[in-house]
């Protein structure tokens, strides 16, 4: 099916709609979920234009695995969880809802209910504090890299 240039995430990547930004590179940009499952759910998306993983180029799907796996590295240790969820569907029927390709990072505790997909709006203030921790981690790992 051809892409929608319309999808909620393309119109993100084009700042046509809001987003609380914790990441950006040339290729990937990642994003707080606005109706998080977990608190400090996180959303990585490549800028390429493609629908899922099987449309996606070899170096989009590296680029975007990359800075999941960054991301996953900063929610450990911006949340300290117990353990990660990193999550991809690819189509309607495997449960994906917005059709521009993402990983989905979740800070996971043994015990802690994983709130429905896709279901509630998080609370903005918690969110955007959530946001602050992984951008201070990130920052931080930003420094240890240089
Ligand atoms: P999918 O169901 O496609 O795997 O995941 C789509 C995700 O995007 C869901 O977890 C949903 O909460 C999130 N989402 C949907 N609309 C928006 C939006 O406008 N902004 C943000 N930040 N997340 C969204």
């Known amino acids: 099916m051809a892409y929608d240039n319309n999808n909620v995430f393309a ?23 606005i109706m998080p499952q977990a608190p400090g759910h996180v959303l990585v998306i490549p800028k390429e234009a493609a629908e899922t993983l099987l449309d996606l180029s070899d170096d989009g799907a590296r680029a975007v695995i990359s800075t999941t796996r960054h991301l996953a590295i900063a929610a450990k240790q911006a949340f300290a969880p117990q353990g990660i969820l990193v999550a991809q569907m690819n189509g309607a029927a495997a449960g994906q809802t917005v059709p521009h390709i993402h990983f989905h990072v979740i800070p996971r505790n043994a015990g802690q209910e994983v709130l429905a997909h896709a279901a509630e709006k998080g609370d ?14 990130l920052a931080e790992m930003a420094k240890d890299e240089a």
């Not at 040339?26 to 994003?31: H, L, N």
């Open 11 to 33: 119109r993100i990547l084009r700042d046509e709609l809001p987003s609380i930004r914790v990441y950006e590179d040339e290729y990937t940009v990642a994003f707080m979920d």
């Open 124 to 137: 903005m203030a918690e969110l955007v504090a959530n946001a602050e921790k992984l951008r201070k981690v």
